[in-house]
């Protein structure tokens, strides 16, 4: 048999070794797709059933899920190396089984999920070419991304929207802050005396604005934290403004909500370093007007961690901060920004940052990699615990460097960035951003300007006030109180 003959018998033989695998794996992906059971709501909802149909068809859950069921190849040689990387990677990138599960139960997808799904179906980045060499029917097609985009906008219209937005705004990831409520005046005003309490520290020095101060952005501008004795903390200040929308508490998420937000620095020994909550529940009792002001909001003059904790969260539930120029431009306003802002818009969606600094707050929505395409944490070096990030609560090594994504209102006036304080200019931030957390690396020196002047633009208004113009005497709660309102 001659060269030629051999070439072409080769050529016949891997073309039904091909023809063999791919049909071996169209039978197994369909055969253990997820799927919805009998009962799931989904199947009254045309759209979000089509959103999982496509995405069982895709097998997404292969590389981002650890609970698929990998074909018989997984497990020899080479080939067990190369998918065990990809699912590596596609856990540390995004993790489909929440979107799954939430479609299970008729429950709407998390705003992250939807904008990371938005941004690689319109990027024509999932499924990979590779992937789709193998698994040719996983290709989503014109109507499959149709599909996913309508089921997103209407999740979005449904379930996130804000009163007042712009109907050309309405399914947009990112979404205006609507004004605070204030209706329970008198716990409001309880938890803003107690917010501004110095008697909450162990040696009366320090009170929860003294790191979280209303006329710098709700930081204190430091690279970490000064607590009780001049101690330094081993973390940068996240703002207090806003974070009633964070879905979990400080850049580890190991506080559920605002009141345990604030039980944690009142007794933590580097920050207001109280020793415990009935001697802090003493000093309070101790101070006039306070046994008053606690029988008005629970009924009786009881004073304890409990109620102290959830009257300083229910004020900081009021410290949110609407009305900035980029609000009024997604409610209607099309001249509330400038075409530089609005060029930094679209290159900030195009980036893809937009995908994590969702919702409302921009941002607080999910956790994510800090170093997500790059080993920024090499580069700078000097390791710290601090950088473990949710990984310290979980113990996840998917959790590894995950932090809560920061809310991205009000940016200008809250540097240092970043958990360890590290960028000190916007411009240094976008560029750290740019360079460890997109595919680009680099973007031209005009385009960081452009999305530095869109952030500036997130500079809202408290209580009338505009953010960057609040001095220190106005953001005294005897200047600014709730009773004035």
Known sequence: MNIKALLGSAVVLAIVAYGATTSYLVHYDHKTAPKLSDSSPTHNDPKAKAAFANIAEARCDYCHSKEAKLPFYASLPVAKQLMQHDIEEGLRHFQIQPVLTALEKGEPVDEESLARIQYVVE????????????????????????????????????????????????DAPIQPIPAADFSNKAKIALGEQLFFDKQLSGDGTLNCASCHGLNKGGVDNLVTATGIGGQKGPINVPTVYNSVYNKLQFWDGRAKDLPDQAAGPIMNPVEMGSHSWTEVSQRVADQPGYKAAFTQVYGNSTIDKERITDAIGAYEATLVTPDSRFDQYLKGNDHA??????????????????????????????????????????????????????????????????????????????????????????????????????????????????????????????????????TEAEADPQTMSIGGK
């Open 123 to 170: 990027h024509n980045m999932m499924p990979p070419n590779l992937y789709l060499f193998m698994h040719w029917h996983a290709a989503l097609g014109k109507n499959g991304k149709k599909a996913m985009l309508e089921w997103i906008g209407a999740t979005r219209i449904k379930n996130y929207d804000t009163a007042g937005v712009a109907r050309q705004f309405l």
């Open 337 to 470: 920004i400038t075409a530089q802002e609005k060029r930094g818009y679209a290159l900030f969606q195009d980036l893809g940052c937009a995908s994590c600094h969702v919702g409302k707050e921009m941002g607080g929505q999910s956790f994510e990699i800090m170093g997500l395409e790059g080993d920024y944490f090499g580069k700078r070096g000097h390791p710290t615990d601090a950088d473990l990030g949710r990984f310290s609560q979980t113990h996840n090594d998917l959790d590894r460097h995950r932090f809560n994504v920061p809310t991205l209102r009000n940016i200008a006036l809250t540097a240092p960035y970043f958990h360890d304080g590290s960028a000190k200019t916007l411009e240094d931030a976008v560029k750290v951003m740019v360079r460890y957390q997109t595919r680009k690396g680099s973007i031209p020196e005009q385009d960081i300007n452009d999305i530095v002047a869109f952030l500036k633009a997130q500079t809202g208004t408290y209580r009338g006030h505009n953010l960057a113009t609040i």
